[in-house]
């Protein structure tokens, strides 16, 4: 089971009307509050406790965009819980405000967290060349290599739109994780991994 996060909220600095708004029409889970995230966390050592059959087969926890209150809230919780979880980075938005900086990723990365790709422009693949595509992919792997020391295997597509797998495998990743929903019932044929919860 796949979760993905984007942007954490404290509790106290809800506006309850920007909470009720949609997101691309979808109700508003972009924005998960504080204690949800804590509960969610719960869950999950509660369920694995529990055997609970998607539990125990395995839960990675994601973050797309990085930015700066996955570090201020969800790192902390997830620490205490002792878990880990996977965080997908735009380059070309680390250290600009409201964004984490290499300090902070490898911080996270250092208590076993993994830093993968979101890109680095944050632009839809499909805007853009399979020239442009693949210099972003790379030049995006090559910062998070050089900022956290280890070159990430995953990306993630921005915008959730396609991308040409090849391209993708030429710039050294092992596979893709999607926003498409769904779930993965072919073990064997993972490339693309798809999720089970969709920016909660």
Not at 106 to 117: K, L, Q, Y
Request: charged share 25%; net charge negative.
């Amino acid at each position: 089971m796949i979760l993905c996060y984007h942007n954490l909220i404290r509790d106290a600095e809800v506006d309850e009307n920007l909470y009720r708004r949609s997101y691309e029409g979808a109700p508003l889970l972009y924005y998960r509050k504080e204690s949800m995230f804590k509960n969610d966390m719960a869950r999950i050592i509660e369920n694995i406790m529990l055997d609970d059959y998607l539990t125990k087969n395995g839960v990675a926890i994601t973050f797309d965009d990085g930015r700066l209150n996955n570090y201020e809230i969800a790192f902390p919780i997830m620490k205490k819980f002792g878990l880990k979880g996977s965080f997908f980075v735009s380059t070309n938005n680390v250290g600009q405000p409201d964004y984490m900086t290499w300090n902070q990723l490898r911080e996270i990365a250092d208590f076993g967290n993994t830093i993968e790709s979101h890109g680095h422009l944050h632009k839809p693949f499909d805007e853009m060349t399979d020239e442009q595509v693949l210099e972003d992919i790379t030049k995006s792997a090559d910062l998070i290599e050089k900022g956290v020391g280890r070159r990430p295997h995953f990306l993630s597509l921005p915008g959730g739109r396609d991308v040409k797998k090849d391209l993708v495998k030429q710039a050294g990743y092992i596979g893709i994780r999607t926003s498409e929903k769904g779930i993965n019932d072919d073990i064997w044929n993972l490339w693309v991994v798809m999720m089970l919860n969709n920016s909660v």
